[in-house]
């Protein structure tokens, strides 16, 4: 049977998880893409051929032509369009952060709970990447031994949205090394120290954040959302017998007059092509059996993530560290 799959919001995600559903995902089809920009809808529909344009993205998910929905839309309706897709019993893969608010990710953890299943599926797509599982088996095989620190580093060009602020790089930035340490570590957070130094004439500055684990590891995030000269991520786990790091996947190296040079990716969209394309053809699987992924990210995971980020911001303003306290984890996320 041919899912049919509506995408709400046609922006830089939107717009990338439409091209993978009607190019890149045999058995799905890109039944309506919807956005409040009517005419930013129409075209992203015209470049991947959706069956429909909407812009009422609550009508979309109880379409019944609609068999799933991806949530792409901006951060702060994640939380209710994800909790509109559990009461219609459509699937959805929400785009992170699940929300900025650990208290609006509980609601839908509480949703899913009184459902009995899981309905939503996080886009924490880098567990996709095989750096990071080629970290997290060399931990779990016993290679490195007992881990000690993770580094990571995450650079873009420039602010990636309208309306960009420093708490942002916590907040949706850092989400993605927040979800892939605990993913690789297999461990909890206990408490996030950050700090900022001044940014570049006027411009979201980098955040240097400090996370202390349940099992005393420390996970080291440095987010530079104005990076300049290109899309870096770098990650490098410490263990007691040795360390391993991230190679940054580029596909070739330029040799001419007397230089040898590789090039960096302009943003995500392209370092994470594959991890996306794994993470969405996964989540279709999970559309078509009910079975949720054995990598993937859950409600659960979301709520853990903006549970660090949302102590990470009053660490910022703060100048302190903040302390991280979770509510007990429902039997649904065992
Ligand atoms: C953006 O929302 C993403 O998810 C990208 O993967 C990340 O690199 C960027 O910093 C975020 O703003």
Same mark, same amino acid.
């Given at each position: 049977m041919t899912i049919r799959i509506a995408v709400i919001g046609t922006g830089v995600m939107g717009a990338d998880h439409a091209r993978i559903v009607a190019y890149?995902?045999?058995?799905?089809?890109?039944?309506v893409v919807c956005d409040m920009n009517v005419e930013r809808a129409k075209s992203v529909a015209e470049k991947t051929g959706a069956a429909d344009v909407a812009t009422d993205a609550e009508a979309v998910i109880t379409r019944p032509d609609v068999d799933a929905v991806v949530i792409a839309s901006p951060d702060f309706t994640h939380a209710s369009l994800s909790l509109a897709c559990i009461r219609a019993g459509k699937p959805a893969l929400c785009e992170k952060p699940l929300s900025q608010s650990s208290q609006e990710c509980l609601e839908v953890i509480r949703a899913e709970v009184a459902a009995g299943r899981r309905w939503v599926q996080l886009g924490f797509m880098r567990r996709y990447d095989r750096s990071y599982a080629e970290m997290k088996a060399a931990l779990s095989d016993g290679t490195l031994g007992r881990a000690i620190m993770m580094h990571n580093l995450h650079r873009n060009v420039e602010t990636p949205a309208q309306g960009f602020t420093a708490d942002m790089a916590i907040t949706n930035s850092a989400p993605h090394e927040f979800d892939v340490a605990r993913f690789v570590l297999g461990t909890e957070y206990a408490a996030i120290s950050a700090f900022s130094p001044a940014g570049a004439d006027g411009k979201v500055g980098p955040v240097f954040m400090v996370v202390e684990t349940t099992r005393a590891e420390l996970v080291t995030i440095e987010i530079n +959302? +104005?990076?300049?000269y290109g899309y870096d991520v770098r990650g490098e786990l410490v263990g007691e017998k040795g360390a391993i790091s991230m190679v940054d996947p580029v596909a070739s190296r330029l040799d001419l007059g007397l230089r040898s040079t590789t090039a960096y990716a302009a943003d995500w969209r392209k370092r994470y092509a594959e991890a996306y394309r794994l993470q969405d053809k996964a989540w279709l699987r999970f559309v078509e059996t009910g079975e949720f992924p054995a990598i993937a990210a859950s409600a659960w995971d979301g709520y853990c993530s903006s549970l660090v980020a949302e102590a990470g911001v009053k660490a910022l303003a703060e100048g302190r560290k903040v302390t991280v306290k979770m509510v007990a984890r429902p039997a649904l996320y065992a």
């Open positions: 890149d995902l045999p058995g799905a089809k890109l039944q +959302n +104005n990076a300049a």
